[in-house]
């Protein structure tokens, strides 16, 4: 699993206000012993930095490898 977790790391990237969507991604994340990153998105430079990585508008988001996924939905992450 750490070797995986080198090739394709896994980072939640979560807003200041983000509440129970991104307390449910993260507790999905943990309870399946994913390990993660979290990053904050807190400022305008980090909104940017985060879209160009090629995420879209929605929170919390998920980056593992080159994957990315928008709003915490169960079926997707899994």
Do not use: H, I
């Not at 070797?3 to 980072?11: E, N």
């Not at 909104?47 to 996924?69: D, Q, S």
């Amino acid at each position: 699993m750490q070797s995986l977790a080198l090739r394709s790391p896994v980072v939640l990237y979560t807003p200041d206000n983000c509440g129970e969507p991104c307390d449910e991604a993260r507790f999905w994340l943990l309870s399946r012993g994913v390990p993660f990153l979290e990053a904050r998105v807190e400022t305008t430079a980090d909104l940017t930095a985060y879209r160009r990585l090629g995420f879209g508008v929605g929170f919390p988001a998920l980056g593992v490898g080159n994957e990315r996924f928008s709003g915490f939905q169960e079926p997707k992450w899994g």
